[in-house]
């Protein structure tokens, strides 16, 4: 079965400053990767999602993420931290070892913007 | 226009009682799912009906009960609720495929006095 890892709970950046957030997989096939962003008091909400067609994937607010198959990472970038990317965010994994479609989450990383 | 709504928003009722969430999905996705989001924010699935069939049961106490009456609605029913059932439960949806993401709910808070 396919999983994921976030490299540490709790993130800390000045604003403008660089974002990298953490996410390594492990998986038998060609994962499918994602992104999701929670907000306090709110369901997830999708940042962007790796499918195998690019191995650079946009998603919205400047978020961005890289698939390594090498590292068997899917890291999450954003050149410039904005107050209101503060946020819960998890990584995750498509199952597709299952016989449905199933995600698996990460265990999130907290990002906070220091002003 | 919500495209996955959950009620009620907040629920707190004391050990032993019965209690529902009700999920609703206007995307015409075939699967609706029910995810568990502890204190710790660590999420876990529970459920996944596609197209009102159970095809996902995550070792889930049989006092969690979910029901389809149709692809857009998923509800769940908690009998004799205990303590550690207090967190918050999330309803989402998708497409079928493996490459389909997930589609919230805003979450119901449970708390278990």
């Known amino acids: 079965a396919q999983s994921v890892t976030q490299l540490g709970s709790h993130v800390s950046v000045s604003e403008g400053a660089l974002v990298l957030l953490r996410c390594n997989y492990s998986?038998?096939?060609?994962?499918?990767l994602f992104w999701y962003v929670q907000y306090p008091n709110q369901g997830l909400q999708l940042l962007l999602k790796?499918?195998?067609?690019?191995?650079l994937v946009k998603g919205i607010n400047g978020f961005e993420a890289e698939f390594k198959k090498s590292e068997t990472s899917f890291h999450l970038t954003k050149p410039s931290a904005h107050m209101s990317d503060a946020a819960e965010y998890f990584c995750?994994?498509?199952?597709?070892?299952?016989?449905?479609?199933?995600?698996?989450f990460g265990s999130g990383t907290r990002l906070s913007i220091r002003p | 226009d919500t495209a996955v709504s959950q009620t009620p928003k907040y629920l707190v009722t004391q050990m032993g009682n019965d209690k529902s969430i009700k999920c609703e999905q206007n995307?015409?996705?075939?699967?609706m799912y029910w995810y568990k989001q502890d204190s710790k924010k660590f999420l876990k699935i529970m459920f996944s009906y596609n197209n009102k069939e159970l095809i996902i049961n995550e070792t889930v106490p049989n006092r969690f009960s979910p029901k389809s009456p149709d692809k857009a609605h998923l509800n769940l029913h908690i009998n004799s609720l205990e303590l550690g059932d207090s967190a918050v439960y999330f309803c989402a949806s998708s497409e079928s495929s493996y490459n389909s993401p997930l589609h919230f709910g805003n979450g119901t808070r449970l708390t278990v006095t």
């Open positions: 995750a994994v498509s199952d597709r070892g299952s016989s449905a479609s199933k995600i698996i």
């Open positions: 790796y499918t195998s067609a690019a191995t």
């Open positions: 998986s038998s096939v060609p994962p499918y």
């Open positions: 995307l015409g996705h075939d699967t």
